[in-house]
C-alpha cells in the first residue's frame, strides 16, 4: 500500500494514519519530518533547505522531492508507506508522480478524509489548551467541567493564535485554493477513496477507512 493522505486541517487526517500504521507496518512519511531531520543531520538537502528557511522563504519543490525520494528509497519503504503533507498542490502531485515512475513505484491510493466546513471551523476554533500541564479540551466537543479551567490541574484554559477564527479561515482557504484540487486530480487517475470524516467516532472512521482501501 502506497498511500498519500488528503484531508483538510482539522479533518483528522494524521489520527487515522497513525491508526493504520499501528494495525500495518508501514512508515508515515512527513515531509515537515524530513526537513527537520535533514537540517540537524547537515544533510546537503538540508543545509540547502536551511538556506531557504534561514531567510524565511519556502524551501523549493525539487529539494522536498529529493528528501521524499531519499526516503522512499530506504529498506522500511519498500512494503509500503503513507505520504503525509506532500504533496500539497497539483504540481507537486505530477513531481511525485515522475519521480515514483523513475524508481519504478506508483501510488496505490489517494485518501481523501471529508468534513464540511462547519465541522472544522468548531474542531479548530474550539480548541483550548491548559497552560499549566498542557491538556487539550473542544468547547464544542469536549468541554471542560468548569469552563476556563483544566480538569486534570486546575490550570487556566487559552486558546491559541493559530486557533483563532481569522487565521483558521486562511489556512482553510489555503487548502481549497492549493490542495483540494488534488481530489480532482487523483480522481481522474481513478485512485481516489474518499471517507466522511465526521461520520462516528475515530474507532468507526478508521473501520470506513480500512474498507474504502481494502485493508483487512
Do not use: H, W
Not at 479533518?11 to 512519511?29: L, S
Not at 489517494?110 to 468534513?115: C, F, I, M
Not at 491548559?130 to 468548569?146: D, I, R, T
Not at 476556563?148 to 483558521?168: A, N, P, V
Amino acid at each position: 500500500m502506497r498511500l498519500v493522505l488528503l484531508g483538510a486541517p482539522g479533518a483528522g487526517k494524521g489520527t487515522q494514519a497513525k491508526k493504520i500504521i499501528e494495525k500495518y507496518p508501514m512508515p508515515q512519511v512527513s515531509t515537515g519530518d524530513l526537513l527537520r531531520a535533514a537540517v540537524a543531520a547537515g544533510t546537503a538537502l538540508g543545509k540547502e533547505a536551511k538556506s531557504y528557511m534561514d531567510k524565511g522563504e519556502l524551501v523549493p519543490d525539487s529539494v522536498v522531492l529529493g528528501m521524499v525520494e531519499e526516503r522512499l528509497k530506504q529498506e522500511d519503504c519498500k512494503a509500503g508507506y503513507i505520504l503525509d503533507g506532500f504533496p500539497r498542490n497539483t504540481k507537486q502531485a505530477e513531481a511525485l508522480d515522475a519521480m515514483l515512475g523513475n524508481l519504478g513505484m506508483s501510488l496505490t491510493a489517494a485518501l481523501s478524509v471529508d468534513v464540511p466546513f462547519e465541522n472544522l471551523m468548531k474542531r479548530l476554533t474550539g480548541r483550548r489548551t491548559c497552560k499549566a500541564c498542557g491538556q487539550m479540551y473542544n468547547v464544542y466537543f469536549n468541554a471542560p467541567k468548569n469552563e476556563g479551567s483544566c480538569d486534570k490541574c486546575g490550570g487556566q484554559l487559552f486558546q491559541r493564535d493559530d486557533d483563532k477564527e481569522e487565521t483558521i479561515k486562511k489556512r482553510l482557504d489555503v487548502y481549497s485554493a492549493q490542495t483540494a484540487p488534488l481530489i480532482d486530480y487523483y480522481g481522474k487517475k481513478g485512485i481516489l477513496k474518499s471517507v466522511d470524516g465526521a461520520a462516528g467516532t475515530i474507532d468507526e472512521i478508521f473501520a470506513t477507512v480500512c474498507k474504502a482501501l481494502e485493508l483487512k
